[in-house]
């Protein structure tokens, strides 16, 4: 099956401070989904990207699909203390079919 | 609301019990999915209903597991005999298109723990 790479795992800030999180894979996808899920909640959807090199931007956040199609990236400006929590970012392409596979996760702590 | 909502929030259930799980999808989506989420790890695929038709059940752990959506809404997952590795939490998505969409949109989970 596809490898889906998150990096880093783990992620410790002060406020204020950008973030920058990523996720590769061997495989070529042509939809890519950012979710952040808070403790004790499903997924939110905050990005989705629809086309190699797409930049979107939701508020603080912005997110990019690779021009390989093979990576996405995620950065949020300004980290404010309610950032906190566990960002996935599933893919999805036709080999995927229509189930989304997450990776383990970038878990973020923001310190006020 | 205007979300998927899950029923109910937390299940604790004895070894070898049946536990049912609710999954009211955002309405008028096709495309309704069931995903187990383990302590610590991202969500894994179970299984994808388009309407009431059940096209992909490969995630299924074991034929313990049944989901159903008669009439193509409200959605059941169904755990016969259930077995302490069964604890996790179980989340429903759905989306608005055919095809699983692209954009799938969760609910918070139902949290199963079996003792």
């Known amino acids: 099956g596809q490898q889906l790479n998150q990096s880093p795992q783990s992620m410790f800030i002060q406020e204020g401070e950008d973030v920058s999180m990523n996720c590769t894979s061997s495989?070529?996808?042509?939809?890519w989904l950012w979710y952040k899920q808070d403790p004790g909640e499903g997924p939110v959807l905050l990005i989705a990207l629809y086309k190699a090199g797409e930049l979107t931007s939701n508020g603080r956040l912005t997110a990019q699909f690779g021009i390989t199609r093979k990576d996405s990236f995620l950065n949020i400006s300004a980290s404010i203390p309610s950032d906190v929590g566990i960002y996935f970012c599933p893919p999805k392409g036709e080999t995927s079919g229509s189930r989304l596979t997450f990776g383990e996760g970038t878990q973020l702590t923001v310190n006020p | 609301g205007a979300g998927v909502s899950q029923s109910p929030r937390y299940k604790v259930a004895k070894r070898g019990q049946d536990v049912a799980l609710r999954c009211d999808p955002i309405s008028g989506h096709v495309s309704l999915f069931w995903y187990q989420q383990a302590l610590g790890q991202g969500p894994e695929f179970l299984t994808y209903f388009q309407n009431e038709a059940q096209l992909d059940k490969s995630g299924l752990p074991s034929d313990r597991f049944f989901a159903e959506r008669p009439e193509g809404s409200v959605s059941t997952l169904k755990i016969q005999r259930t077995q302490q590795e069964d604890s996790a939490v179980y989340l429903c998505a759905s989306s608005s298109s055919g095809q699983g969409g692209r954009e799938q949109y969760f609910g918070p989970g139902t949290r199963l723990t079996v003792t």
């Open positions: 495989s070529i996808f042509n939809t």
